[in-house]
T-cell receptor, first 114, second 111 residues
Framework: GAVVSQHPSRVICKSGTSVKIECRSL??????MFWYRQFPKQSLMLMATSNEGSKATYEQGVEKDKFLINHASLTLSTLTVTSAHPEDSSFYIC??????????FGEGSWLTVV | KQEVTQIPAALSVPEGENLVLNCSFTDSAIYNLQWFRQDPGKGLTSLLLIQSSQREQTSGRLNASLDKSSGRSTLYIAASQPGDSATYLCASGGGADGLTFGKGTHLIIQP
């Protein structure tokens, strides 16, 4: 079964609204989680590193005020796309490192902004 | 900054053939090298993970190799099946850092 759960799997929102995506680690604690974005026919790009109890670290070119990340507990990180626009439509996926070198990915979230 | 390149971008072969997918990376000081499978409209499925101290990993019909000195990894798929059709991604990194992905190889196995 899934060890990292991501919700929602698909969401459609109106332009200008905000949408929140949740990433939960199941049965293990994740002090760090990673958020990626994938545009059609492109590779996954790391957006930010979510750190429990501290501010997220954003990759170059990713607007921290637009993509709000909250890692409120050891099992939950959220990504909020604020004032979403059609160009934010993408596939968003999170991951969390497990024991050893294992990396667990969520199921991903398809965001469509209309 | 690490860059990961995958060749070919797309590949179509008849069922039953053995095939090799290639991945190259610019920074040989990698933590891990990992291969994933992504089906259309789906998330990622981890296939094989090669730690920096290892040279290869095998799982069923899949074999992945790692040559840090040349900055290359290959994924070998034996006796391909139509169900193997998917996009295959390689990624470098891990641990406290995120992963750097290649753009993937879109594989089609013809029945």
């Amino acid at each position: 079964g899934a060890v990292v759960s991501q919700h929602p799997s698909r969401v459609i929102c109106k332009s200008g609204t905000s949408v929140k995506i949740e990433c939960r680690s199941l049965d293990f604690q994740a002090t760090t989680m990673f958020w990626y974005r994938q545009f059609p026919k492109q590779s996954l790009m790391l957006m930010a590193t979510s750190n429990e109890g501290s501010k997220a670290t954003y990759e170059q070119g990713v607007e921290k005020d637009k993509f709000l990340i909250n890692h409120a507990s050891l099992t939950l990180s959220t990504l909020t796309v604020t004032s979403a626009h059609p160009e934010d439509s993408s596939f968003y996926i999170c991951s969390a490192p497990g024991l050893g070198n294992t990396i667990y990915f969520g199921e991903g979230s398809w965001l469509t902004v209309v | 900054k690490q860059e990961v390149t995958q060749i070919p971008a797309a590949l179509s072969v008849p069922e039953g053939e053995n095939l090799v997918l290639n991945c190259s990376f610019t920074d040989s000081a990698i933590y891990n090298l990992q291969w994933f499978r992504q089906d259309p409209g789906k998330g990622l499925t981890s296939l094989l993970l090669i730690q920096s101290s290892q040279r290869e990993q095998t799982s069923g019909r899949l074999n992945a190799s790692l040559d840090k000195s040349s900055g290359r990894s290959t994924l070998y798929i034996a006796a391909s099946q139509p169900g193997d059709s998917a996009t295959y991604l390689c990624a470098s990194g891990g641990g406290a850092d995120g992963l750097t992905f290649g753009k993937g190889t879109h594989l089609i196995i013809q029945p």
